[in-house]
């Protein structure tokens, strides 16, 4: 299991705050012209702390619309940014599951095939699609649909602790893991309070990290601790706590 961190769209960040840690979480923003990415710091800061990349696709793209002519350029951009991905190493891909309606059941169909057209993409990039559960929010597609569509297309998962406990608290935990538990590669990990905290370091919320420990134990997929905060202790803090969760040495 690699434990890393998610540095939003901040190099500096990155630089500040990823030693010791086995991998960054970069998020590529809406509308970055990626040829403006600073590549070779980029790698540099990656290669001083010997840690791996993955990237989060821009965070308000939707999956699925239901005109033709949109999803295909949503591919199309995704396509692009994939493959500048898999150019400086990415292992991984984030891509939220979000739809236009995320309740029209009849656009399901289309968000299965707009999924497998993105992970074609990743694949030829070299890079792993991994879809993540944001049900919280307005266009996220609720937990059962995107699990039930993530093993209808093979694509994995990237389990997003806190969003499932806001969505449908300790028991949304417990359900998606118990059904889908086998499709995740990769962790979002943070706490969160249902008064609408979140994003906290581990332990100062609310959610039952026991119930991740009994369907994940001995976890061998990637892991990042999306805590906001630049402080190196609590982010080592909850890296530490989901290692013990786990039971897994990093």
Not at 212 to 241: C, K, N, P, Q, W
């Amino acid at each position: 299991m690699d434990v890393g961190l998610t540095v939003g769209d901040s190099l500096e960040r990155l630089e500040t705050t990823i030693d010791g840690f086995d991998l960054a979480e970069l998020s590529i923003g809406e509308g970055t012209d990626i040829n403006e990415i600073e590549t070779d710091r980029l790698e540099e800061g990656l290669m001083d702390a010997d840690a791996d990349l993955c990237v989060h696709l821009p965070f308000k793209q939707v999956v699925a619309t239901p005109v033709p002519e949109i999803n295909d350029a949503i591919v199309e951009y995704l396509s692009r940014l994939l493959s500048w991905a898999g150019s400086v190493g990415a292992e991984k891909a984030v891509l939220h599951g979000t739809a236009r309606n995320p309740h029209d059941t009849g656009l399901r169909p289309t968000f299965a095939e707009q999924l497998r057209a993105i992970g074609t993409a990743a694949t030829t990039a070299g890079v792993e699609l991994v879809v993540e559960n944001v049900g919280h929010q307005k266009r996220g597609l609720p937990l059962t649909v995107l699990g039930d569509l993530a093993r209808e297309t093979g694509t994995a998962v990237c389990f997003d602790v806190g969003h499932a406990y806001m969505e449908d608290g300790d028991d949304g935990v417990n359900r998606f893991l118990s059904q889908y538990g086998d499709l995740v590669s990769h962790l979002h990990v943070h706490d969160a309070r249902s008064r609408g905290d979140t994003h906290l370091p581990i332990g100062a919320g609310e959610i039952d990290y026991d119930i991740v420990a009994t369907h994940l134990e001995g976890f061998d997929g990637t892991v990042a601790v999306e805590v906001f905060t630049d402080d190196s202790v609590l982010l080592r803090d909850s890296a530490r706590r989901v290692t013990a969760v786990l039971d897994v040495e990093s």
